[in-house]
Structure formats: C-alpha cells, structure tokens
C-alpha cells in the first residue's frame, strides 16, 4: 500500500463518525488534496468550544463563515462577533466562481449556493436589534469584577444592591447606580449608616470614577432597558435552519472594556437561563467571538476567572464557545486547555518572536507521521489550516492539513439597501428598539431627595414665636439694682449723718 493509500486510510478511519458532522473539507499530503478523505467535525462535540487562530489574511474569518452556515443547515443557532464588519454576506448567496469549483473538485463534494436567515444586532448606536441589560441583572459580584473593585469596595456595591432591594428601588441602568452611590456618602448618610454601617466616601469615589471610564467606551447605551433574552438566540426559521445572528461590533474596537462587558454579561446570562441537557448529539447554540483578544486584553485577573468558570462550565448547557484570534497565545492557558477543535492557518515566521510562537503553538497539535507540524505552520496557503478535533468519544482526531470548503454564502459585505432589508424585515427590532426609561432608583431618590429639601427650606423659614406671660419677670433692672444694695444705702445712711451733724 503507497503512502497516499496508508494516509488517506489514516485520515478516513480517524474522521468516520456515527452521528451527524461538519465537513470541513480534505485531508492534504505534501501540499495537495487527498480527493474525498474528508475531514468531520461531529455535532456531538461541538460544544467542547474551538479555537481559529492563524495570521492576517490567511482565511480565518471565512472558515468561521464556513461552520456557521453549516450549523445554521444542521438546525443549529449561531452568534457572531463581527468586529470587522465582514460577515453580512451570509444573507445573501455566493455568486460562485471557477476557482470555487475547482476547489471542491479537488474535495470531492459538490458546491452550492446559499443564503441564510441572519438578524442583525447592535450593541451600539449602530443600526439593529438593540441588545442591553439592567443593573440589577448584572448583580453586585459580576459588576465589581467588571469595574475591577478592592474587597471593601466589593462590600460597598453589595451594600448599595441591598439597599436598593430592600427599599425597591429598580437599578436599571448606570445613572441609576451613581445616584444611590452619591446617597449613601450624602443626603442619606444617616439612613445608611443606621442600617448598613458607615460608607466611605473616597471608596465610593473611587468608584464613580470606574463607572465613568465604563460610560465613556458606551456602556450607557447597553446598560437599561428593554433587556434581551437569550432565548431569543435560539431561532429556528420555517425550513429548520438556525438563525445566523450577526453582533455588529466595527465601532468599538477600541473599547475592549465594553466588549468584555457584554461578553460576560452575556455568558453568565446564557449559563443561569439555558437548561442542563448534558451531552447530547448536539449543541443548542454556537458563539464566535471574533478578535477574542480583546476579550483578554484589559481583563483583571478576576475577570479572567469568570470567564476560565464559564467556559468549564457551559459545556453541560449545549453552548461551544469559538475563539477567533491571530494566534494562540492570545488565549490563555487556562481557557486554551479547554479547547476541543483548532483549526489552525499560516502563521508568519518574521521576528524570533514569531518562531518561538511557532513553536508553542506546534506542541499543542497531536503527533503526526505525515507533518512536521513548525514546517506545515509557515507553509499553508490562503483557505488552508492544520486541524485537530474531537471524536464522538472525546478522543482527538489524526492532525490533518485541510484545504477547507469555500463558502456558500457571499464573501463579501451586504449593500446599504440589502443591509436595510435585513433590518426592516426582523422580528426582533420592534420587539427591542423602543426605548424605555420607567421610574427607577434615579428618579425616585431625586424626588426623595428634593421632598427633604423642601422641609428643611420650611423649618428655616418659620419666624421665631415669642411667648407672653402674666408672671411679673423676676429679673431686676441694674440701675434699681445698685439702688437697694446694702452697700448704697450704707454710704447714703452715712453721708446724711454727716450733714445733721
């Protein structure tokens, strides 16, 4: 048996699957595709969470194109982060092109056009389904780890929650935090500290301070009401296919710590919602998180901790979580070891930094026969990665060069109008673009506020009553005083004495 026959054996018995799959596309030998040995994902371990790593321009963001339009096929919802604003095009179907045709030739599966059901969401001002969240549901411990706060003034935000629920007063949005804040260390002082002790003011600084860096990256706009529900992910259009729901992130790339907000905001979320279904033959819903980096970039270790638990932990809920970055390094360790399939594109050599990153990033890859895993790095093409999976059964799968499927949907951006009619025609948009501002913890402290003002203003302008009575005062006038001392009348006795004499 050649080579070829013993590879194509090797990657065939290695990518057989019993349940439903993926297909990628085909197992590479010496830089060329092996017809039909093709390389599948199974559904049953797609919520063991990947990783799309490789260097700019290397095809990352289609392959990312590639399974989301393949779940959305298999029933499966998907979420995506488009920092980048390149992914509308999955509305709309590919126009198709000879080079796309030979390329799935060389496969060995046949190429068909498709457009899918997308929603477009926005976490900004930006056109979309608004996507927001109150106060109340982020609680005290997911707010301070956010915000970054000490152990005390953790206590104090636990301090102000509790206030807040006992006296009913709706956190809903950041004004209404910073309201009860600037309470507690003034017109309220008394009140809280009778029954919650005292508060310092320059904690409660310190924290007004971090809440507004939080506002200028925009989290007003997220922060309030209408809150969405996650459940809402989860659409199946009427033939069966899972919505693609397209997160709209081009404007705040250079906000990390309103990006890593949402994400966790939204993970935690998902995690209290979602049911335990445990491992099923399928995920309920898939997240790209495009530019993952920027997830990890500002994060305090805190942060980092939460988002290591829920990534242990969501697995049980249905929900694979799909980093995408440049290289793997930009994963921590902690959430990189959880990691169930890498799909791995060219990484560049230029600096020793780069070849050091080569050479890590190779001792994450099982051993092969048929690769030296640092050479095959630097030498994919534009639509090639390395890739490394699980089976039904847990195990990793044989490391396969892959030239991956093209997608079947537009690799391009949608149009103005195109993008309009997306919007226009979503389900979702009047459901939660109208914008809500009920009576919450800032308006009823302000009037509570305002009505002891006025009291006050009140007792300080009642005029002073003086009272009358009837009593003679027993008071003496001083001159009379002087006059009926024994000492006066002494001198006076003594002087007329004189004069009779």
Do not use: W
Not at 158 to 172: G, S
Not at 272 to 297: N, Y
Not at 389 to 403: I, S
Not at 461 to 482: A, D, Y
């Amino acid at each position: 048996m050649s080579t070829k026959d013993d590879f194509f054996a090797h990657i065939k018995k290695g990518y057989t699957t019993k349940g439903d799959s993926i297909t990628m596309g085909a197992a590479m030998l010496n830089g060329e595709a092996v017809t039909n040995a093709l390389v599948k994902i199974p559904l049953k371990t797609l919520n063991r969470h990947g990783l799309i790593a490789g260097a700019t321009g290397t095809g990352k963001t289609k392959t990312l194109q590639v399974l989301a339009e393949n779940l959305s096929d298999k029933g499966i919802p998907v979420l995506l982060m488009d920092l980048k604003g390149d992914l509308s095009g999955l509305a709309q179907p590919s126009p198709g092109h000879p080079k796309i045709d030979e390329r799935h030739a060389k496969i060995g599966i046949p190429f068909e056009p498709k457009s899918f059901p997308v929603e477009i969401l926005s976490l900004s001002e930006q056109d979309g389904v608004k996507l927001r969240a109150t106060v109340s549901e982020f609680g005290p411990t997911l707010l301070s780890r956010i915000l970054d706060l000490t152990e005390t003034q953790e206590g104090i935000v636990a301090v102000v929650f509790k206030y807040c629920d006992d006296n009913k007063l709706p956190l809903l949005d950041l004004k209404d935090f910073k309201k009860v804040l600037q309470y507690a260390t003034g017109t309220g002082k008394k009140e809280f500290t009778k029954d919650y002790g005292r508060i310092s003011t320059s904690s409660t600084g310190t924290i007004l301070r971090k809440i507004i860096e939080l506002e200028q990256q925009g989290a007003d706009l997220f922060f309030g009401e209408k809150s969405f529900e996650v459940d809402d992910l989860t659409r199946i259009d009427e033939n069966g296919r899972g919505y693609i729901n397209i997160l709209r992130l081009t404007d705040i790339q250079d906000r990390p710590k309103l990006f890593s907000t949402f994400m966790l905001s939204l993970l935690a979320e998902i995690y209290a919602t979602f049911p335990e279904q445990g491992d099923s033959d399928r995920p309920e819903l898939i997240l790209f998180i495009d530019e993952a980096h920027l997830i990890f970039k500002e994060a305090s270790k805190a942060l980092l901790d939460q988002i290591e638990s829920i990534v242990k932990l969501i697995r049980s809920k249905g929900i694979g979580l799909y980093f995408v970055t440049q290289n793997p390094t930009d994963v921590p360790n902690e959430v990189l070891a959880q990691l169930g399939l890498k799909v791995q594109h060219a990484l560049r050599a230029f600096t020793a930094r780069d070849r050091k990153a080569i050479k890590l990033t190779a001792e994450n890859y099982p051993i092969s026969d048929y690769y030296d895993t640092k050479e095959v790095l630097t030498s994919l093409g534009i639509g090639e990665a390395l890739i490394s999976a699980l089976d039904e059964k847990g195990r990793p799968t044989p490391l396969a060069a892959t030239l991956l499927r093209a997608p079947m949907s537009r690799m391009d951006i949608l149009t103005d109008s195109e993008l309009d009619s997306v919007i226009k025609n979503s389900d979702l948009v009047g459901k939660y673009n109208e914008e809500i501002d009920r009576e919450s913890a800032y308006e009823i402290l302000n009037e509570k506020i305002e009505k002891a003002e006025k009291e006050a203003e009140k007792e300080r302008e009642k005029p002073t009553s003086r009272r009358t009575s009837t009593r003679r005062s027993t008071r003496q006038n001083p001159v009379i005083k002087v006059l009926t001392s024994a000492t006066f009348i002494r001198g006076v006795l003594g002087v007329l004495k004189k004069v009779m004499r």
